[in-house]
């Protein structure tokens, strides 16, 4: 300990020097505002810092962009580049077209799938009926004994659902 105390016995007269003309503004305003950092670590091990935690990731995608065998990347003319753009463009909105068009007929079945169940759900109130046989093909319609076999399980419940994938995809060894 002795050692420590005594370097710190040296310097501490000439860190109070420095210190107090860097407060009397001696230094220039450049050098005065380098000196003042928001960080408590020293510039030079925050730069060491950086080149530490480079992300692999990063790395990786320099690689196999820069390597010899990744072809160049295209460079087209302006009236090229204008076809070009131009085609892909009209290919966007043909597949946009397209897809809109799923989507309409998945919403006119749902649509048609909803309304006959609402009219098997209501069909018994118009005719008077009330009781126990009040909305009995609604109920019909929505039971689901024997579709999965006997004794049978839903594919939904074949295994929990969680945000990964299996550890093994498939069990080549399962058999009945």
Known sequence: MAPH?????????????????????????????SSRTFSSTSPTSAKNDKKKSIDPRITLIRYHLQHPATPRPLKFSRMRALRHWTIHRAWMLALRKKL?????????????????????RTMDERD???????????????????????????VEYARLQTDTPAREAWDHSWTR
């Open 5 to 33: 105390s005594s370097i710190r016995h040296l310097i501490s007269p000439l860190l109070q020097t420095f210190r107090t003309s860097l407060t009397q503004n001696v230094l220039p305003p450049a050098l005065l505002s």
């Open 100 to 120: 809109e068009a799923e989507e309409l007929e998945l919403q006119r079945m749902y649509q048609s799938m909803h309304n006959a169940m609402e009219e098997l």
């Open 128 to 154: 008077g009926k009330t009781g126990r046989d009040s909305g009995r093909l609604y109920r019909v319609a929505l039971e689901k004994k024997g579709i999965f076999g006997k004794e049978g399980v839903p």
